[in-house]
């Protein structure tokens, strides 16, 4: 889009002498790089020659390929689509005005042309594509600003206090304390003994507390904050829940979730069970599902329940 020093490059396809130097003149006053065609064909190879303009002005009728055909070889060109085209024409008539926007043109001037126009729709149609990127840029940014916190939250996260107050918790980590700690959450929660005492260290350390239901993993990490601690928790399930169900020609992932399928649990409660995203689970279900060779949850729950008997 901009020469290596810079400067915008502002490719201009027309076959009229004093409509060339007339606009270069304008665009290199104008602190632009002009480059020139006077063919469709000649604009199309100067195209294929990085770095790319950004902005094509086009005259409608060129020798050759004209300015429609130029325009629509741009729309169909992955690299060319997002480069604005202005239409230059000595055409009054609606139907040639229509027939540009209708190729891909965001403007068009009408000749005789004058430069103070010309740059002033050139740097509207420059401002607006910025503009554009940097909305398309701020969105890719949320987007994935979002997909990385769905999946915090699909994580056993605590952050407390050395004394044991408990500042902040994920559901992941609530469910996960209540089954290894007999944890509810009170007006005023606190951590479970066990892990208070980690968190009194106030040192990163790990801790494995073992039950009947399998491990819970609590990896502690002390920041810089010497009052506050971070308490990761993973949970290791025994595979013999689910390693019954393997024959079934599931992966080991799939007969983890057909298995929690059969206790009852929703996609939403199995993601944060296994610490995955809710989307993530419901492919798992949609191909353990087609595996099985039945149509629904209930059916899958019935031969789970007929191989963990």
């Not at 009229?16 to 065609?37: C, F, I, K, W």
């Not at 006077?38 to 094509?56: C, F, M």
């Not at 001037?109 to 103070?116: D, G, I, L, N, R």
């Amino acid at each position: 889009m901009k020469s290596n020093d810079g400067t915008p490059r502002i490719l201009i396809v027309d076959d009229t002498p004093a409509n060339l130097s007339l606009l270069v003149d304008a665009l290199q006053g104008a602190g632009y790089r002009p480059l020139v065609a006077t063919s469709g064909e000649r604009a199309l190879q100067l195209l294929a020659q990085p770095p790319l303009p950004a902005l094509v002005l086009l005259d409608m009728r060129l020798p050759g390929l004209d300015g429609l055909a130029v325009c629509a070889r741009l729309q169909a060109h992955p690299r060319w689509r997002e480069i604005p085209v202005i239409f230059m024409t000595a055409v009054e008539e609606p139907e040639q005005k229509v027939a540009a926007f209708a190729a891909g043109a965001v403007d068009y001037v009408t000749k005789p042309f004058h430069a103070e126009e010309v740059l002033a729709r050139i740097g509207t149609h420059l401002r607006l594509k910025a503009l554009q990127r940097a909305l398309a840029e701020e969105l890719a940014w949320r987007a994935d600003t979002e997909r990385t916190l769905r999946a915090s939250l699909t994580q056993a996260v605590i952050v407390a206090a050395r004394d044991g107050a408990l500042l902040f918790h994920t559901p992941r980590a609530a469910q996960l304390l209540q089954r290894y700690c007999g944890w509810s959450e009170t007006a005023e929660p606190t951590l479970p003994p066990p892990l208070a005492k980690l968190a009194a260290g106030g040192r990163s350390t790990q801790e494995a507390i073992t039950s009947p239901s399998g491990v819970l993993e609590v990896r502690v990490v002390a920041g810089g904050d010497e009052e506050l601690v971070t308490l990761l928790l993973e949970e290791r399930r025994p595979s013999g829940d689910y390693a019954p169900l393997r024959v079934l020609g599931l992966s080991e992932r799939e007969a983890e979730v057909l298995f929690w399928i059969s206790e009852g649990k929703s996609n939403p409660e199995i993601a944060l069970i296994i610490g995955a995203a809710a989307g993530t689970v419901k492919k798992h279900v949609e191909n353990l599902l087609a595996k099985l060779g039945v149509e629904n949850r209930a059916a899958a729950m019935r031969l789970a329940l007929e191989k963990l008997r």
